[in-house]
């Protein structure tokens, strides 16, 4: 009997943990995604800034969208 309910407990206890680190992925997932999304636009907003051929007009839209939209989570020195 008493190794019945040491097994249940493992089995109960182990698939506690599984189960949390599932939901802490998952609830990390989308912060994770926006911190990327905000880089890729950084660089592309640097990219367009180093190519002389574009106009001031558009670099100055895309950085204001980066301000507008992609600015979360990024260090204090891009923001």
């Known amino acids: 009997m008493?190794?019945?309910l040491r097994a249940?407990?493992?089995?109960?206890?182990?698939?506690?943990?599984?189960?949390?680190?599932?939901?802490a992925s998952v609830g990390c997932g989308h912060s994770i995604?926006?911190?990327y999304e905000a880089d890729v636009r950084f660089e592309h907003c640097m990219?367009?800034?180093a190519q002389p051929n574009v106009k001031p007009r558009?670099?100055?839209q895309c950085w204001k969208e980066?301000?507008?939209?992609?600015?979360y989570g990024q260090t204090r020195d891009r923001v």
């Open 2 to 4: 008493k190794a019945n």
């Open 66 to 71: 980066w301000l507008a939209f992609y600015t």
């Open 58 to 60: 558009i670099r100055k």
């Open 8 to 23: 249940w407990r493992i089995r109960v206890v182990g698939g506690m943990v599984v189960g949390g680190a599932s939901l």
């Open 47 to 49: 990219a367009m800034d």
């Open 33 to 35: 995604q926006a911190v």
